[in-house]
């Protein structure tokens, strides 16, 4: 059983490399259009509306955080391109798939939400590193260590993390059921507390 941390820090401390106006290209799951997603998370942004700390994350940059390539200034865009191309034929092996988003997990930094099945979300992600590593000497992140999940909110501070578990604890919220049809590389950044993103390319599954 996964213990409940007692105290929230804050996530969007700057990690090496980042900082103002830096961005990242990276593969994500997105959730436009997903109408349950999003309904599932407003019930949780409205739970939660009377805790402290916490950042709500608005449909829009709702996602499932896959494998990242590098900084853009970092990365020859050939290689991104050719990435693309190899991480197509890798995924057009895969089929669509349906998960589902159920009970959230408190972490010290975010409301985590994990996926079942996960079992198709790591063999994306792994299509995703074997196409990276087609094109580049080294595929950046360890391959260890993944957690599917998909965040509702994220903290923005240090305090106690009584308040926002008893709020989970009160709320029962209906699973929300997606479908995965495709993975999307987009140019990241966290220049305003929070994950945006403009889309680079989208690679259909199957």
């Given at each position: ?105 408190l972490d010290p930094e ?26 580049l000497p080294e595929v950046?992140?360890?391959a260890e260590g993944f ?60």
């Amino acid at each position: 059983m996964t213990t409940r941390p007692e105290h929230m820090r804050n996530h969007w401390w700057w990690r090496p490399g980042w900082n103002v106006g830096r961005r990242f290209y990276t593969w994500h799951l997105t959730f436009g259009g997903q109408m349950d997603v999003h309904r599932f998370a407003e019930e949780y942004r409205t739970a939660l509306a009377g805790t402290e700390g916490l950042d709500p994350i608005p449909d829009q940059w709702l996602h499932l955080t896959m494998q990242g390539i590098g900084f853009i200034d970092e990365v020859d865009q050939a290689d991104v391109e050719a990435i693309v191309e190899a991480a197509r034929v890798r995924l057009a092996a895969i089929p669509a798939f349906d998960i589902t988003l159920s009970t959230p997990i408190l972490d010290p930094e975010a409301i985590l939400v994990p996926v079942q099945p996960d079992g198709p979300v790591r063999a994306v992600r792994n299509a995703i590193r074997a196409a990276i590593g087609d094109v580049l000497p080294e595929v950046p992140e360890k391959a260890e260590g993944f957690r599917p999940h998909v965040s509702v909110a994220y903290s923005h501070g240090e305090g106690q993390a009584g308040s926002i578990g008893q709020a989970l604890d009160v709320t029962d919220v209906p699973p929300a059921a997606a479908r995965v049809e495709s993975a999307e590389l987009i140019v990241l950044h966290r220049d305003n507390r929070m994950y945006e993103w403009e889309p680079y390319a989208r690679v259909h599954l199957g």
